[in-house]
Every structure is written in C-alpha cells, then in structure tokens.
C-alpha cells in the first residue's frame, strides 16, 4: 500500500509540472457560412439591395399552351423493347390564331416541348363573324367526323372531348360541335384544326370569285 502511493504522488508531481497546454478558440467575429450566405460570403444588412419594382418583369407569352394528351408507346427493335412518351399539344392567343403538333422523346418533359414547337410552326388565321365561325362545317379526318355549327352571342363552346381546347384557343366562343366516328384523341383535333382551316367569310368568298360581297 505504501508503495502504491509513492508511485500516485509521483505522477501526480509529474503531471503538475507539464506546461499547461493552451485551448484555440474560434475568434467571435467569425460566424458560421450558412449565416453569410454562398461561399462563405459575408452580406451586410446594410448593403443597398435593389427594389423589387426596378428588376426587369418577365414577358407574357405570345400564346396559351394546352397539353390535349400524353401516352406511353414502346417500340420493338432486335435488343428488346424501346419505351418513349408522346404528346399531343395545341397552342393559340385566342384571337384567331391556332395551331397543333405532335411530339415524341424517351422523356416526357421532351416530348411535350417537342409538340408545343411543332405546333407553332402549324399555325393557321381562322376566319370568324364576330365570336363564332361564319358558316357550318363538316371535316372527316381518319375515323372521326367533326361537324362544326354557328351559335348566336352567349351560347358558349358546346363541345366536348380534344375538341374543345382547339376551339378555345382559336377564340371561337360561341359554337356547337358534334363529333361522329371515332372518339381517337388525335384525330378529332385534327379534324377540328382542318375544319377550322377551310371556313371561308363571305368577303374571302367573293374575292375569290372576283365579285363584291353585295353580289354574292
């Protein structure tokens, strides 16, 4: 037992004699990268910010986008099955302007943009009388048949299924529609495109003919 505390008041002595060792500390002023934003940068409160009424305001788009339809399709090849996605879009200001397009890629985000570029390059002019079209209009594409009726102010689109989003974006806001045949997305907005592409006013009309529009 004796020798067991001489050799504690020993290292006891031992350790009282090492110089004591100095803790670093962090200086105050230095704060955390998170509170001085990116890269550790230090932004003041009272650095001068611009107003949010001088930043340059983001343009309105030229025309109003509507996605009609997407679906997956696969293609078989020797190495096995091929998966993309296809869109079918249609774009128009709403004031006469109208067009439709397709668009396909392994991504949907892809083929959806794909469709909106082709369909403004698919851009028609309708011809109207006023808020409806001028004159009834039967167009059959593939399996499908679209009938296209004038309506007098305040009836509305009366249309249902792909074909109503080509006439609202065309501007047509007093119509009625009657679709026959096949209900295949793709070919009723393309029967509705087409329908709309052959209307003809009166004036076109005698034009045309060579005559004014009082002789006709």
Do not use: W
Request: charged share 30%; aromatic share 4%.
């Amino acid at each position: 037992m004796a020798e067991n505390e001489t050799i504690n008041e020993e290292t006891q002595v031992a350790l009282d004699e090492q110089p004591a060792v100095e803790t670093q500390t962090q200086p105050e002023n230095k704060t955390n990268d998170r509170k001085n934003g990116r890269n550790g940068k230090n932004f003041s409160k009272d650095r001068p910010r611009r107003p949010r009424g001088d930043r340059p305001q983001r343009e309105p788009e030229e025309f109003e986008k509507r996605i009609v339809d997407t679906r997956s399709v696969q293609k078989t090849v020797k190495g096995g099955r091929i998966q993309s996605f296809s869109a079918l879009c249609v774009v128009g200001d709403k004031k006469g302007r109208v067009g439709i397009g397709t668009g396909k890629a392994r991504e949907i985000a892809n083929a959806i943009e794909k469709g909106f570029n082709a369909a403004k390059k698919n851009m028609i002019t309708v011809s109207m009388h006023g808020n409806t079209i001028p004159h009834a209009v039967v167009q059959k594409y593939g399996a499908c048949t679209v009938r296209l009726m004038p309506a007098k102010e305040g009836t509305g689109v009366i249309a249902g299924g792909a074909a109503r989003p080509v006439l609202e974006l065309a501007g047509v806001k007093d119509v009625t529609s009657k679709n026959q045949g096949s209900s295949n997305k793709i070919n009723t907005v393309r029967a509705t495109f087409y329908a709309l592409k052959s209307l003809r006013t009166k004036e076109q009309v005698a034009k045309l003919r060579g005559k004014t529009a009082e002789e006709m």
